[in-house]
């Protein structure tokens, strides 16, 4: 069980401002930030960071989107990461998404859904490279 997961506060829910209560609900449930950065992709970097689904019919849009306005990305830690994050933000579309859930509470459509999860351990570990640095991740140790 690998203790950390990549997570983005998505554009529509910085613009909303929902940063603030999303981090706390973040932390609440137990998640401590190992690295934290707000900043905006553009087409190309979100186009990189979703190829798993550039088949897809909404890929251009979720590009968009993503590309939109700013975004919190983090790396977090806590024992099983990876699927207590998935439950605490719930279903992928919002209308399906468990009460209580970050995207129950925050999200508008299964596209602006919010936030991001990773899911699996391998692909946290991607999304996390290819946000942060080891220099950018606070170090367990200290
Ligand atoms: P996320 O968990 O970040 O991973 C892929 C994203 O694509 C997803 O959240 C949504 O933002 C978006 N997405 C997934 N399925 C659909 C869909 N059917 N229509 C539009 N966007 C989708």
Redesign the pocket.
């Known amino acids: 069980n690998t203790i950390t997961t990549f997570t983005m506060i998505k554009p529509d829910a910085v613009r909303a401002g929902h940063i603030g209560a999303i981090l706390d609900d973040i932390i609440k449930a137990g998640f401590k930030l190992v690295a934290i950065k707000y900043m905006q992709l553009n087409q190309d970097t979100a186009g990189i960071f ?1 190829q798993v ?1 550039k088949e897809r019919p ?1 890929f251009k ?2 590009v968009t989107f993503m590309s939109s306005g700013p975004i919190v990305a983090a790396v977090l830690e806590k024992e099983n990461a990876v699927e207590d994050f998935r439950k605490l933000i719930g279903a ?1 579309d919002p209308s399906k998404a468990e009460p209580g859930t970050i995207r129950a509470k925050y999200a508008s459509s ?2 602006e ?1 919010a936030v ?2 990773s899911d699996s351990n391998e692909n946290a570990d991607i999304e996390a490279s290819f946000f942060f640095s080891g220099l950018e991740r606070h170090p367990d140790f200290l």
């Open positions: 979703y689904h909404f849009d979720l992928t299964i596209q859904n991001h999860g």
